[in-house]
């Protein structure tokens, strides 16, 4: 079983930002934190993942707390090709577990 | 850069036929997952392979179905004896290494219908 929690729909305006949370209370200390997106029907794509600090690249940005039971990935300027299935998995080693996401939709 | 590669894109088969589908990873990476969508589901991992070696095949049904990384080639996930159940779309991915620094690269996948 997936060992994270997301909302199950969000909205977001275009041109605005997009803040996903994601809750992995029971992570461990040496798990990373993984986001991937699956697009309509698309393979999944990666987008960022972290361990301890806040991570940035040229999709997202990834807000871990402090005590890293919850993170929240940011898409600066959100577009509508930004809809999709967001999902946040904890671990990464191997295989990939993955849970029902969070469905983003970008209205313009 | 060429991503992950997977053929055929479609594929349809009769009850009790075979599938294979197959696979070519990112260059450079050499190790390869396989995971399966069913209808309206999430994404479930099948089975993990380094090449000419199964690292990990717990989530493969233990009948019918079988996977192979060979030292040439693209990996093959073979399906014999389909059943309609077995219509999903199946994903690879392919990663450079293993462990937690090591992202995994999705491919397109291929859509199984089992008529």
């Known amino acids: 079983d997936a060992k994270t929690t997301q909302p199950t729909s969000m909205d977001c305006a275009e041109g605005r930002a997009a803040n996903l949370p994601c809750n992995h209370s029971?992570?461990?200390?040496?798990?990373?934190v993984y986001w991937y997106r699956q697009i309509h029907s698309q393979g999944p794509q990666y987008i960022i993942h972290g361990l301890k600090n806040n991570e940035t690249n040229e999709m997202a940005s990834l807000i871990i707390t402090e005590d890293r039971k919850s993170s929240t990935l940011i898409l600066p300027h959100a577009t509508l090709r930004d809809t999709a299935v967001y999902y946040c998995?904890?671990?990464?080693?191997?295989?990939?577990?993955f849970g029902k996401g969070t469905k983003l939709t970008v209205n313009p | 850069n060429a991503g992950v590669m997977q053929n055929p894109r479609h594929l349809v088969r009769r009850r009790g036929q075979e599938a294979r589908l197959r696979c070519s990873p990112m260059k450079g990476h050499s190790h390869v997952y396989w995971y399966r969508q069913l209808p309206e589901e999430g994404l479930k991992f099948m089975v993990y392979l380094q090449k000419e070696n199964i690292i990990d095949e717990s989530g493969m049904p233990k009948e019918r179905f079988s996977a192979e990384f060979p030292k040439e080639g693209p990996s093959i996930l073979r399906i014999q004896q389909v059943v309609r159940g077995d219509s999903a779309a199946y994903f690879c991915?392919?990663?450079?290494?293993?462990?937690?620094?090591?992202?995994?690269?999705f491919g397109p996948g291929t859509r199984l219908t089992v008529t």
């Open positions: 998995i904890v671990g990464g080693s191997e295989k990939l577990v």
């Open positions: 991915a392919s990663s450079r290494g293993t462990g937690r620094i090591y992202e995994q690269y």
């Open positions: 029971t992570i461990s200390g040496n798990e990373y």
